[in-house]
């Protein structure tokens, strides 16, 4: 079977292009040689020959390169330059084909990009805009005209965004209002593209902010408005308690109590997650000692004995601080000590084994990243498959067991929220049957020694 190709076409072609260029030069330098001889000069003849077709063959090179470079028309030649101007007039042909394909599909790209809701800016390495879609210019006020080129930053001046852009590390996003309009607030993202380009996305998150702000006041209000009738329930189970009634009642009056307690300190969590979660969260960060308030924390609850829902009181808990004075730390102390507080509490309630007292040990490390503040207990520990849900809202590990001991579930989130205001996250290490460690490292630049400002 003769299989034809593109390649053997090419071959067949150049063949005949360097038989018709040699059968020129030998016709000319024969037709010279034989006027030669009629002189008696064939070497002369042949001499002469050969220097025109070299001549001829430079006049049509000459041809090639002007038509190479757009001037006149494409050498007529059945030699090697004609075969030469066939294979440069395919290979333009397909070029065009394919850069033809490629604006097409470069334009559907720009007309994806340009229809999308959100903004998409390209900056260059400057940081420069290069180009932005139409929804860019509704979200941040751009306009095509006078702001393509424009570094992207005397657009977007807020603080925040300056200082994001200038980072290496786009792992994060950040949220700030739209430069353009007030009531809307957008969703920054900065990715790196190509080797020297940026591209920035921008996503209208205005309305998941209001439902955001709408569910944390819900909440704070609710909790708010629970207040008064559970302190006025209370009160009149408090007059119960002291009165002489029947054994029966009397039981039942304690259970409610107890669970009165616990809807308090249920209201009070979220009253307080509610706080942290608020825009007013972070401010009154001040430098304070460290010392004092682990020694307040830990006084605070020497006393307290976990209570079971029968109203059995758990073993007193042994506690220990280890931390030295004069160690003061940037930040909130009221939230600090709420964490303190709230794992503290945790590693006596959920501390003990067997019916054995809890052994509770907050203890202080000076690590190269900062200082580490560990909560440290010997009780049950904590399954692995628990461990990256426990600071989410209302998560208990085990709803009986904790039923014993009346947890809401909320403490953890509280610590998870009050630590981000210190720039750090909370370390949960657990291990079935031998404990549990809390532990989070505050960062240098929020440390120093007392005296030392
Ligand atoms: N030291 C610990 N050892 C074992 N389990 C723990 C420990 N600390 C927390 N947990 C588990 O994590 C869950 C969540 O703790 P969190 O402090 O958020 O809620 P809670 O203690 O149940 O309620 P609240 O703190 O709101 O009164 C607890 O229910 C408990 O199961
Ligand atoms: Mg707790």
Same mark, same amino acid.
């Given at each position: 079977?003769?299989?034809?190709?593109?390649?053997?076409?090419?071959? =067949?072609?150049?063949?005949?292009?360097?038989?018709? #260029?040699?059968?020129?030069?030998?016709?000319? $330098?024969? &037709?010279?040689?034989?006027?030669?001889?009629?002189?008696?000069?064939? !070497?002369?003849?042949?001499?002469?020959?050969?220097? $025109?077709? %070299? $001549?001829?063959?430079?006049?049509?090179?000459?041809?090639?390169?002007?038509?190479?470079?757009?001037?006149?028309?494409?050498?007529?030649?059945?030699?090697?330059?004609?075969?030469? $101007?066939?294979?440069?007039?395919?290979?333009?042909?397909?070029?065009?084909?394919?850069?033809?394909?490629?604006?097409?599909?470069?334009?559907?790209?720009?007309?994806?990009?340009?229809?999308?809701?959100?903004?998409?800016?390209?900056?260059?390495?400057?940081?420069?805009?290069?180009? !932005?879609?139409?929804?860019?210019?509704?979200?941040?006020?751009?306009? *095509?005209?006078?702001?393509?080129?424009?570094? =992207?930053?005397?657009?977007?001046?807020?603080?925040?965004?300056?200082?994001?852009?200038? %980072?290496?590390?786009?792992?994060?996003?950040?949220?700030?209002?739209?430069?353009?309009?007030?009531?809307?607030?957008?969703?920054?993202?900065? *990715?790196?593209?190509?080797?020297?380009?940026?591209?920035?996305?921008?996503?209208?998150?205005?309305?998941?902010?209001?439902?955001?702000?709408?569910?944390?006041?819900?909440?704070?209000?609710?909790?708010?408005?629970?207040?008064?009738?559970?302190?006025?329930?209370?009160?009149? &189970?408090?007059?119960?308690?002291?009165?002489?009634?029947?054994?029966?009642?009397?039981?039942?009056?304690?259970?409610?109590?107890?669970?009165?307690?616990?809807?308090?300190?249920?209201?009070?969590?979220?009253?307080?997650?509610?706080? &942290?979660?608020?825009?007013?969260?972070?401010?009154?960060?001040?430098?304070?000692?460290?010392?004092?308030?682990?020694?307040?924390?830990?006084?605070?609850?020497?006393?307290?004995?976990?209570?079971?829902?029968?109203?059995?009181? !758990?073993?007193?808990?042994?506690?220990?601080?280890?931390?030295?004075?004069?160690?003061?730390?940037?930040?909130?102390? #009221?939230?600090?000590?709420?964490?303190?507080?709230?794992?503290?509490?945790?590693?006596?309630?959920?501390?003990?084994?067997?019916?054995? *007292?809890?052994?509770?040990?907050?203890?202080?490390?000076?690590?190269?990243?900062?200082?580490?503040?560990?909560?440290?207990?010997?009780?049950?520990?904590?399954?692995?498959?628990?461990?990256?849900?426990?600071?989410?809202?209302?998560?208990?590990?085990?709803?009986?067991?904790?039923?014993?001991?009346?947890?809401?579930?909320?403490?953890?989130?509280?610590?998870?929220?009050?630590?981000?205001?210190?720039?750090?996250?909370?370390?949960?290490?657990?291990?079935?049957?031998?404990?549990?460690?809390?532990?989070?490292?505050?960062?240098?630049?929020?440390?120093?020694?007392?005296?030392?400002?």
């Amino acid at each position: 079977m003769f299989v034809y190709s593109q390649n053997t076409g090419n071959k =067949i072609l150049q063949q005949i292009a360097w038989q018709r #260029e040699l059968l020129r030069i030998v016709i000319i $330098v024969a &037709l010279a040689t034989a006027t030669g001889m009629s002189f008696e000069q064939p !070497f002369w003849g042949a001499f002469l020959g050969l220097i $025109v077709s %070299q $001549v001829l063959m430079l006049k049509r090179l000459n041809e090639l390169y002007r038509w190479s470079n757009n001037q006149g028309s494409a050498p007529q030649d059945g030699g090697l330059v004609g075969y030469s $101007v066939d294979i440069l007039v395919r290979r333009e042909r397909s070029l065009n084909k394919k850069i033809d394909k490629q604006g097409k599909q470069l334009k559907r790209i720009a007309e994806g990009i340009e229809s999308l809701k959100d903004g998409v800016l390209i900056v260059n390495q400057a940081g420069c805009m290069t180009s !932005f879609n139409r929804a860019s210019c509704h979200l941040l006020g751009l306009r *095509a005209d006078t702001d393509m080129g424009q570094h =992207i930053t005397n657009l977007i001046r807020a603080p925040r965004f300056v200082s994001y852009f200038k %980072q290496a590390d786009y792992s994060d996003v950040i949220e700030l209002e739209s430069p353009h309009r007030s009531n809307i607030t957008v969703q920054i993202q900065v *990715a790196q593209f190509g080797i020297d380009q940026k591209v920035i996305v921008v996503r209208d998150v205005t309305e998941r902010q209001r439902v955001e702000k709408m569910r944390q006041t819900f909440i704070a209000d609710v909790s708010h408005e629970l207040r008064t009738p559970l302190t006025v329930i209370n009160g009149y &189970l408090e007059m119960l308690e002291d009165a002489d009634l029947n054994p029966g009642i009397s039981r039942a009056i304690k259970q409610m109590s107890t669970q009165n307690e616990r809807m308090k300190s249920l209201v009070n969590d979220l009253l307080h997650l509610s706080k &942290l979660e608020s825009d007013n969260a972070g401010i009154g960060n001040d430098w304070f000692e460290l010392q004092p308030l682990c020694a307040i924390s830990v006084d605070q609850l020497r006393a307290y004995r976990p209570t079971s829902l029968t109203g059995e009181k !758990f073993p007193e808990a042994t506690l220990s601080c280890d931390c030295v004075s004069g160690i003061e730390i940037l930040g909130f102390s #009221e939230e600090f000590s709420s964490v303190l507080i709230n794992l503290i509490t945790n590693a006596i309630k959920y501390g003990q084994k067997e019916g054995l *007292a809890a052994e509770v040990k907050v203890s202080i490390h000076t690590l190269d990243e900062g200082l580490e503040i560990a909560v440290t207990d010997q009780g049950e520990g904590i399954a692995p498959n628990h461990l990256s849900h426990l600071t989410e809202r209302f998560y208990r590990v085990d709803e009986s067991r904790e039923s014993t001991v009346g947890g809401s579930g909320l403490g953890l989130a509280i610590v998870r929220h009050a630590l981000e205001h210190h720039d750090t996250q909370l370390k949960i290490e657990s291990i079935l049957g031998k404990g549990s460690r809390f532990s989070f490292v505050i960062p240098t630049e929020r440390i120093r020694m007392k005296g030392s400002a």
